[in-house]
């Protein structure tokens, strides 16, 4: 299994970034997808995650109503769509896959991609 993630970059504050997430040795259908981050010294959070068996998605409070997580099931790639972003936003992104129970848990994970760094800054 491989999860290739792609899409960082430097962005200003109030921008947009799009990342995807590739993945082979799995389908999104039946496995959960979440996009987690990390900066150095802090513990890799999770920010959003979609269900592989209906699709319904979940967010965390400091990206609710700015990140969307959607799914392309056909070219199985799962996308992280990021607006009006904050220079906390700054992070290594992560997506992972797995079957949590807690959607946002990183522990409950068992696949993971390299990062894509996320740079928010003027």
């Known amino acids: 299994v491989q999860l290739q993630a792609s899409g960082g970059g430097l962005v200003q504050p109030g921008g947009s970034l799009r990342l995807s997430c590739a993945a082979s040795?799995?389908?999104?259908?039946?496995?959960?997808t979440g996009w987690f981050r990390q900066v150095p010294g802090k513990e890799r959070e999770g920010v959003a995650s979609?269900?592989?068996?209906?699709?319904?998605?979940f967010y965390s409070n400091s990206v609710k109503g700015r990140f969307t997580i959607s799914r392309d099931i056909a070219n199985n790639t799962v996308s992280l769509q990021m607006n009006n972003l904050k220079p906390e936003d700054t992070a290594v992104y992560y997506c992972?896959?797995?079957?949590?129970?807690?959607?946002?848990?990183?522990?409950?994970?068992?696949?993971w991609g390299q990062g894509t760094l996320v740079t928010v800054s003027s």
């Open positions: 992972a896959a797995g079957h949590p129970t807690i959607p946002l848990l990183r522990y409950e994970y068992d696949y």
């Open positions: 040795g799995l389908t999104f259908d039946y496995y959960a």
């Open positions: 979609i269900k592989g068996f209906d699709g319904s998605s």
